[in-house]
């Protein structure tokens, strides 16, 4: 159990410490962006004189219609939302027909039978009341309108009165009402006289509460007709009382408040604004007399009287006794105007506009930097010495004002040139000049901004993928390396500090890929501006291998392990893809896919499918995604643990490093190249050209496959390569 008394907080640990901070600096930043965003949107003065035509004008008017539409648009909106606030009512018309029927009367033929000498009856004589409403149309003609549709009611039990379901509206001509007769009341009682005997009968029914706190009555209080069966042979003279049902109530006003407010009925909120317009308008309020107002008592309830005719004569061509009664309902037009409040595409609109503001207020914002400019220039080719001496002058001015020597008249004659002298005995030599620039060079340099992009590289723990991880990480980016040595992934993440994550994945596995995938997901929020499928394997192939397991380790690795990277990474990439923030594909690929050199098929085909993935995937994303770039990267002879940099042997001359590699590739990725095909120290880019059209013309003119490692065609291919 808890003690009484003070309890210490908990200490935060350094973690959550460390992101309140992050949290913070955060905060301030996006704080410091909104600060710096221009907002003026009002062209410079004397802009009409730097340009051609009338467009600055035709600007201004259209900034003129503007702030008038917004005006209008807010005040047409204020006024809807006042309409709907107000609790708005349409007074209609309710219809109500009282009729009754009779049943087993003595004229009905149900009597005694004399011929029989039988003076008793099995039947009691009894007759039925309607009680019907209906909401009448605005366009309904209440004049013709004086018979009730036919619906049909009935019921056993004498002491229970019935609700009918549903009226037929099959035979109607015209909508059936939106408001049912049970909707304007909550309680009906019928009085009856006294009968003979001295017992009286009565008929009471109340409305049941909602089930729940639900806005739909139960079925028992959906009704538009009451019927109440008693036993009975004499008419009879009775009242029904219906209590309305309001929200809010209303109350019938005292007298005295009715000559005030000029109502006779009202809800709360009615008459207290009513008493306030009358309090204005007769200049009450200093008043020092105070008068009570009895309000008032809830509306009366509404009385109809109806005979019961049981009489042979009324039967013959019966006609109803109809009331109609003011009530009020919800204006339609209310519901029209909420769902126009509360329309979707209005927020959506409203981002629309203020990201237009925001690039029409940087336009603006540039012209005024280009009005600057074009006045400075302008001004120099005028007169060239007189704007110098004025401009040097003006500097002066400046520099005196920061040094806080200036005088009230402007400071010296503006044609000296002591300002410009150094030494003890200049200005420079001063105690504020010294002090403002030891402010100056004491300043903390501000660090430059990380830069939010992400990188996703396989193989990344060595060779290429080390090296682009590498420069990635240089410029700030956040990058997720994914390989297989754990080793390796170790060494990586202590080397490139906390912008770089490592997960241990083999790419030939879907799985492992899924697992990547939500680190992705959790770490970058799936947004990938870099996927580098480079990881790798290469061993020396044959047909004479007594399995093909070699070629299927090369071929999961090398070519299921770029298709898995696509499938499973390619819809982020997209997803998060824009022109602001555009994403890039790096897929690695080998000459050895281009030119096919023999001895290792299994590799030359691995990188060959991963050519003609990497081409697909280009021409596709070019046209439905054009904010996603593709690159094939196609190193020379790197040294890398792939090429024998694992045995420890020096780097040969001929070959290039990985880093020369990733800068080569980048400059690529600048000038939009699809083909990164790297040269090296040994191999020039004319030499990789022709390699590469040898093996071409291989099938356009009818050579053997692979005719360049051919003895029959060596002399031609050295001739071929010579050839200028």
Known sequence: MMSSGPHHQVPLTSAQVAQQQQQAAMQFEMAKRRSRKPTDKNLPDGIDDSIVGDVAQRYRELGDFERRLDATMTRKRLDIVDAVTRSAKRWKTLRIWITNTAEDQIWQGNGINVDTFDF????????????????????????????????????????????????????????????????????????????????????????????????NLPAAADFDELTFKRNGDENLNITINIIRHEEPERYALSPELEDIVDMREATRQEIVMGVWEYIKMMGLQEDEEKRHFAVTSFC?????????????????????????????????????????????????????????????????????????????????SEDPATFVRNWLSSQKRDLEVILGEAMRGGGEDVNGDEWRKGGKESIWGTINARESVNSLLSRTPSQPQQSQNTAVITGGASGIGLALTKKCAGYGMRVLVADWDEKNLDAAKSALGDNVSTIKVDVSKTEDWVTLKEKVLKDFGGKINLLALNAGVSAPTSFEDADASGFQKILNTNLFGVLNGITTLLPLVKEHASPSSPASIVITGSKQGITNPPGNPAYNASKAAVKTLAEHLSFDLAASHPSVSVHLLVPGWTWTQLAGAASGREKPAAAWTAEQVVDYLEAKMAEGQFWVLCPDNDVTEDTDKRRVQWNTNDVLLGRPPLSRWREEYKDEFKEWMEKK
């Open 120 to 215: 008793s009856s099995n039947l009691e004589p009894t007759y039925r009341v309607k009680i019907e409403a209906r909401l009448l149309d605005d366009d309904d003609d209440l004049d013709n309108d004086d018979e009730p549709e036919d619906t049909k009611s009935g019921t056993d039990d004498p002491d229970r009165m019935e609700e009918d379901g549903p009226v037929d509206t099959k035979s109607r001509t015209t909508k059936p009402p939106r408001y049912r007769f049970s909707h304007f009341f909550k309680a009906l009682y019928v009085d009856f006289p006294t009968n003979r005997g001295g017992t009286e009968q009565s008929v009471e029914w109340k409305k049941p509460e909602r089930v729940g706190g639900g806005t």
């Open 300 to 380: 009366e309830a509404l009385s109809l009287s109806y005979t019961i005719r049981l009489d042979e004569q009324f039967h013959k061509d019966p006609q109803p006794t109809v009331y109609d009664v003011r009530v009020a309902v919800d204006d339609p037009l209310r519901e029209k105007m909420t769902a126009f409040l509360n329309n979707a595409g209005y927020a959506g609109m409203l981002k629309e506009v203020a990201s237009l503001d925001e690039q029409l207020a940087i336009i603006v914002q540039a012209i005024h930097v280009s009005k600057a400019k074009h006045d400075f220039l302008n001004s120099l």
